[in-house]
Structure formats: C-alpha cells, structure tokens
C-alpha cells in the first residue's frame, strides 16, 4: 500500500510544481489576458516553448507594470494620455506599452525642461510651441524637433 501511494504522490508533486509558478506568475492578471498572451506566444514561437515561457512571463511582468505605472512628476492627465496612446498603438504587446510609456515620460520631462544655452528664449519658446503644435501627441518627436531646430539655429548664428 505505502508503493501505491508514494507513486500517486510523485505525479501530483511534479504536477504541483509545474502549476504553482504560473499561477504565481499570472496571479492579479485577469484571465483573458494571460490567455491572449499566451495564444500570441504560441502564434510567435510554436516551437520553442522555452521561448513562449520567456515571452509570458515578460508580457505578464510588463502588463503589472503597466498597471500599476504612476509618476507623481508628471501631470496625472498626461500620464493617461500616455498610458491610452501606448494601449492604443500595441494593444497586444505590453512589453511595448511599458516601453513606450517610459520613454514618452521621460521626453514629456526634458521638453518641459529644456534649455537652451546661447538661444534666445523667445526663440526657444517658438520651437518649443511649434514642435508641440506638429506633434502634440508625441513628446518624443517633440523633443528631437526641439533638438534638431535648436542645433540648426545655432549652426545658421
């Protein structure tokens, strides 16, 4: 009897172990989600499962990540603004909605901080207002027109 149960029990634990880290790693994810993550994994690498392993678990830490993103330097409506655009342009990776919030908050910061040494600030200020005017939803290509006008205006001087 003791031989029947201990080889029961090896299975349930092997099985047990293999269960408990992805429901650890997609606890606080609803399901529908995990579920698209992982059809889309299984679409991207159908065989290698190791990398389809790779992909969920990154996908699943971006989304967290995603979620739960705050910055208390940042207006809220604009950090929404940013969040929405993200979930817009790549509805299906999160991995890219966390990088493209990241670095849109972090070029909302350096246009909003920008200075030019040698420009004057009224002309520093039409460059500001025209790149946000070309590009008001992208502070990204805000920031490099900035750039790019500033650097010419110094160059033409």
């Known amino acids: 009897m003791k031989k029947q149960t201990l080889l029961f029990l090896i299975p349930i634990t092997a099985l047990l172990s293999i269960l408990i880290p992805a429901v650890a790693l997609s606890s606080g994810v609803p399901g529908s989600v995990v579920a698209n ?3 889309i994994a299984a679409a991207e690498y159908p065989d290698s499962y190791s990398m389809q392993k790779f992909q969920i678990k990154n996908e699943i830490e971006a989304y967290r990540a995603v979620k739960n993103f ?8 604009i950090v929404t603004k940013i969040i929405n655009q993200a979930a817009a342009e790549y509805p299906d ?7 493209q919030i990241k670095n849109e908050i972090e070029s909302y910061k350096e246009v909003k901080e920008f200075i030019a040494t040698g420009v004057p600030w009224d002309v520093v200020t039409k460059i500001k207002d025209q790149a946000a005017a070309e590009y008001p939803d992208s502070y990204s290509m805000q920031k490099f027109q900035i750039k790019n006008e500033i650097k010419a205006y110094k160059e033409i001087q």
Do not use: L
């Open 37 to 39: 993550i992982k059809a």
């Open 70 to 77: 705050k910055d208390s330097t940042v207006p809220g409506n």
């Open 93 to 99: 990776s999160y991995s890219m909605q966390k990088f």
